[in-house]
Each structure stands twice: as C-alpha cells, then as structure tokens.
C-alpha cells in the first residue's frame, strides 16, 4: 500500500436540495483549528438540487476565509457525487462527511494528526454523536477508546461514511466508491461499508480515533423514518457481501448465511437481551444479497 507524506487535507461534502442543511454545515468550518503549516480545502458537491444551494454556497464562497469550491455533478447518487469530489481534490489526505453534519473545531486538526504519527494509516473513522438529543440513536458511534480496524466486524461497528478520511494513495490502490451503490441508485446504501472492505482487503491500517469527531443532525424521530434506514442498512448490508462474493470472496458466503438464519431466528444475546423474529428483514437481505450477485461486478 502505497503512503501519504504530508498532511495536506481535501474535505468533500455531497449535497442535494438541502440548502438550509449544508449552510449549517459549511458555517462549522470557520471554526476549524487545522494544523498549522498544513493546506486544506472544502469541496461540496451539488448532486443535482433544485432548490437554493446553488446560490448559498455561492454566497458562502465570498464570506468564508478558506478555500471552497462548488461542483454540480448531475449523475445521481451519493458515490458519483463523492466521486466528483475525489477527482477534484488537490491534497493527498481525503475526508468525507455529510451535509447533517457538524464538525468538531478540532476535526480537521485530529485527522492530519493520526496521519501524521503514522504514514502507514490508509484509512480513519471517528466518532459521531447526536446533535439533537431528540433524534433517534442511530447513525452514530460513540466508542471512546482509539482502535485498530482489522475485520470486517469491526468495520461494520466502528466506522460510518458520514466520519471518514482516506489516504489519495490508498483510494488509488482501492478504488473509488461504486457508482452503483448508495443514496440515489438502486441499491440504496452500504456504498461506504463496500469502499472501506476494499481498503482492509488491500491491506491499509485502519484506524477509529474519537477524537475525530462530529455531530449528526439526522432529524430522524417517527418509527417509519427509521424503520426505512435500517431496511436500508440491510440492503446495503446484503449488497455489499452480493458483490464481493460473485468477485469470489468465498469467506463471505458462510457469514453471509449466517447472517441470514439470524434474521429467521429468535436467540439470545451475551447481554441476555432476547431478539426476536425479523422476516421482513429476512426477505431484504435475501432479494438483495441475490440481486447485487446478479448484477453488481
């Protein structure tokens, strides 16, 4: 695996019609402390809004004191927004969080900093707590201790794509998002999860650091608005060890089972706690577990 040798920093944000949403966001980076000496950059991505985005980032553009760029990029899909904004960065450090976001005034500074200690790190996640204690708890994580990520357990728990940063040289070795994958296309998730198995599959240390921290605004409080992200999460879940198995990933085919008859099954947790039946999510992941095998390469 190829590595970095600077700190330099490209932070890419993917938007669409949230105007209201991505200003919030954009405001957090004035309070940024980002290591001093090292270069960094904003670039927010426009997936094709029809609402005022435009204009506010325009407007954003002339107040703020650090570099912002502004991309439309039509293509639907948060891969091929995030895409867009990988082939635009100028530095050699990637960060990627989301529009509902908000940053920690030492965000930036905590991502150049594990870089920095350590050249072999492709790849770090952080922490993301709830900004509105009134929202569900979900799309978070809250570990607070720093953790080596070496399996793909460990990636499901620990990292999301709303808190991440990439080396350029490990994307290089990975591989870009699949376009075909995540908010926007068919298969409606797991676009992140997918990118950081190819990352561990290609050898990159990777690193959960807390203090690489932001705040999520999901605004997620009625039952069918979580109900829907996690069947969500199952599909991205599914479409994930879908893809990797037809590209011959044999160690996924037993989890992939298992995680199947867990979803048919009523056990018992280590901290004694019951689950129930889920046949709902049973059929998701079946349909798309065989649907990413079918048409995902």
């Given at each position: 695996m190829p590595q970095h040798s600077t700190s330099s920093v490209s932070v890419v944000i993917a938007t669409l019609n949230r105007s209201?949403?991505?200003?919030?966001?954009?405001?957090?980076?004035?309070d940024l402390a980002p290591k001093p000496g090292a270069a960094w950059e904003l670039i927010v991505i426009d997936?094709?809004?029809s609402d005022d985005?435009?204009?506010?980032?325009?407007?954003?553009?002339?107040?703020?004191?650090f570099p912002l760029s502004y991309i439309f990029e039509p293509t639907p899909g948060v891969s091929a927004a995030r895409n867009a904004g990988i082939r635009a960065?100028?530095?050699d450090i990637l960060a990627f969080t989301d529009d509902d976001c908000r940053v920690d005034p030492s965000w930036l500074h905590s991502i150049q900093q594990v870089f920095a200690d350590d050249p072999a790190v492709a790849m770090v996640g952080g922490r993301v707590d709830l900004f509105d204690p009134e929202d569900y708890e979900i799309s978070i994580r809250r570990f607070d201790d720093r953790y080596e990520i070496k399996t793909i357990d460990d990636m499901f728990t620990r990292l999301i794509g709303c808190n991440i940063?990439?080396?350029?040289?490990?994307?290089?070795?990975?591989?870009a998002f699949d376009t075909s994958m995540g908010p926007g296309t068919r298969f409606k998730a797991g676009e992140d999860h997918e990118l950081f198995y190819r990352v561990l599959k290609c050898g990159g240390k990777v690193i959960y650091e807390p203090s690489v921290r932001v705040e999520h605004a999901h605004g997620r409080r009625a039952q069918d608005e979580v109900r829907a992200l996690k069947a969500n999460y199952v599909k991205g879940r599914a479409t994930i060890f879908g893809k990797h198995i037809r590209a011959g990933d044999r160690r996924l085919i037993k989890r992939a089972y298992w995680e199947l008859c867990a979803y048919l099954s009523s056990r018992q947790r280590p901290d004694g706690v019951r689950t129930t039946r889920e046949p709902e999510s049973a059929r998701i992941y079946l349909t798309s577990l065989v649907r990413s095998f079918l048409f995902l390469h």
């Open positions: 209201a949403q991505i200003a919030k966001c954009i405001e957090r980076f004035r997936n094709g809004s985005t435009a204009a506010r980032i325009r407007a954003l553009q002339a107040e703020c004191d960065a100028r530095h940063a990439i080396s350029a040289a490990a994307l290089a070795g990975a591989g």
